[in-house]
Nanobody, 122 residues
Framework: QVQLVESGGGLVQPGGSLTLSCAAS???????????MGWYRQAPGNQRELVAD???????NYADSVKGRFTISRDNAKNTVYLQMNSLKPEDTAVYYC?????????????WGQGTQVTVSS
């Protein structure tokens, strides 16, 4: 069984910074390593949307709304993905979810964290 555990959310003023972390745990990573990992967010009344993702090789992809402000990175040895968020805006307020995907044979398995609240407000 795979678990994704997020940390680092909280309340921050506009223009401030936060770093989110997501650690994946499981007993089969040595056999079936985690592939792409990413961060999604969902604000009240909105659909869940991609914020950023990163492949196991380090290729990154960002939503236009966060380009230049957010940076995604990962530590493959620790099965951990990070999201450094700078110049935060009130519209970044949302629950942020960690996502991970890996292939087990020919089957794509997808995993989600429980979510962490980020609130940007003065």
């Amino acid at each position: 069984q795979v678990q994704l555990v997020e940390s680092g959310g909280g309340l921050v003023q506009p223009g401030g910074s936060l770093t989110l972390s997501c650690a994946a745990s499981g007993r089969t990573f040595s056999i079936y390593p985690m592939g792409a990992m990413g961060w999604y967010r969902q604000a009240p009344g909105n659909q869940r949307e991609l914020v950023a993702d990163i492949t196991s090789g380090g290729d990154t992809n960002y939503a236009d709304s966060v380009k230049g402000r957010f940076t995604i990175s990962r530590d493959n040895a620790k099965n951990t993905v990070y999201l450094q968020m700078n110049s935060l805006k009130p519209e970044d307020t949302a629950v942020y979810y960690c996502n991970g995907r890996r292939m087990i044979g020919v089957i794509l398995q997808e995993y989600w964290g429980q979510g962490t609240q980020v609130t940007v407000s003065s």
